[in-house]
């Protein structure tokens, strides 16, 4: 009897943390790390993209975004965010979804595609790795937790 007393209390345990958790909005959040670099030089990640309104470009997906109750002048953050300059990228989004590494872009109000990052579009290229592979999804790649992107644009000129 007592397993199944134990199982019970665990299921019930499992449910209560996870509506919780779900009550406060997050279903999903995850961490990827993105590096840029510009003819050798590292570009500065600001940081509070996707939370400070200079800094959130494209609001397409606020819907996905969490409540920041604490600022009524700005009442959701993007799914897609930053807290700091450390190239974090905060997915933290209501629905369990597919975000891509141009989503993130597109809020910060970027450009950036296989040959334009920035106000970079000729003369160059850019490269991504992902956790050290070359990788072509440029803007398409879906953001996981934990990967280290490298962008890298290098002039020809």
Same mark, same amino acid.
């Given at each position: 009897?007592?397993?199944?007393?134990?199982?019970?209390?665990?299921?019930?345990?499992?449910?209560?943390?996870?509506?919780?958790?779900?009550?406060?909005?997050?279903?999903?959040?995850?961490?990827? =790390?993105?590096?840029?670099?510009?003819?050798?030089?590292?570009?500065?990640?600001?940081?509070?993209?996707?939370?400070?309104?200079?800094?959130?470009? %494209? =609001?397409?997906? @606020?819907?996905?975004?969490?409540?920041?109750?604490?600022?009524?002048?700005?009442?959701?953050?993007?799914?897609?965010?930053?807290? %700091?300059?450390?190239?974090?990228?905060?997915?933290?989004?209501?629905?369990?979804? @597919?975000? #891509?590494?141009? @989503?993130?872009? %597109? /809020?910060?109000?970027?450009?950036?595609? $296989?040959?334009?990052?920035?106000?970079?579009?000729?003369?160059?290229? /850019? /490269?991504?790795? /992902?956790?050290?592979? =070359?990788?072509?999804?440029?803007?398409?790649?879906?953001?996981? %937790?934990?990967? $280290?992107?490298?962008? =890298?644009?290098?002039? #020809?000129?």
């Amino acid at each position: 009897m007592l397993p199944v007393a134990a199982l019970l209390a665990f299921a019930i345990y499992s449910y209560s943390a996870s509506t919780s958790h779900q009550s406060q909005g997050v279903i999903m959040h995850i961490h990827p =790390r993105i590096e840029i670099f510009i003819d050798g030089q590292r570009v500065a990640i600001p940081a509070n993209i996707g939370i400070d309104s200079n800094l959130w470009k %494209d =609001r397409s997906l @606020e819907r996905y975004g969490m409540p920041m109750p604490d600022m009524p002048e700005m009442p959701y953050m993007s799914p897609l965010h930053t807290h %700091d300059t450390s190239g974090v990228i905060h997915v933290e989004s209501t629905v369990n979804r @597919e975000y #891509t590494l141009g @989503e993130f872009f %597109d /809020v910060w109000g970027v450009t950036f595609n $296989e040959s334009c990052i920035f106000d970079r579009c000729s003369g160059g290229s /850019v /490269v991504i790795l /992902v956790n050290g592979v =070359r990788n072509s999804e440029f803007r398409n790649h879906v953001l996981n %937790d934990g990967e $280290e992107i490298h962008i =890298r644009f290098e002039s #020809t000129s």
